[in-house]
């Protein structure tokens, strides 16, 4: 099975790459440094990043998304930080 950006995500969350809490640049950030790609290859685009972050967020509601609702935000000013639930 290849693994999507989020089981990817949490897997780097674990081990301590990446923050228990993080933001939507943190992610990007992360994917850029370590150039994680997609199965096929391609990178993720930015914009897609933060969409696949939303649409993984227990919060939201469920749309026509298959993606599993496993993380959790939470707003604080500006930012939006999200973690793994």
Do not use: P
Not at 12 to 21: D, L, P, Q, T
Not at 23 to 34: G, H, I, L, Q
Not at 59 to 85: A, H, I, P, T
């Amino acid at each position: 099975m290849v693994e999507g950006l989020i089981e990817r995500l949490e897997k780097a969350v674990k081990c301590g790459e990446v923050s228990k809490r993080f933001t939507k640049e943190d992610v990007k950030a992360w994917v850029a440094d370590n150039d994680i790609r997609k199965s096929n290859g391609q990178v993720y685009a930015r914009l897609s990043i933060g969409s696949i972050l939303h649409n993984s967020d227990k919060d939201k509601r469920r749309g026509s998304n298959k993606n599993r609702k496993v993380l959790r935000s939470e707003k604080v000013g500006r930012d939006l930080f999200y973690e793994f639930v």
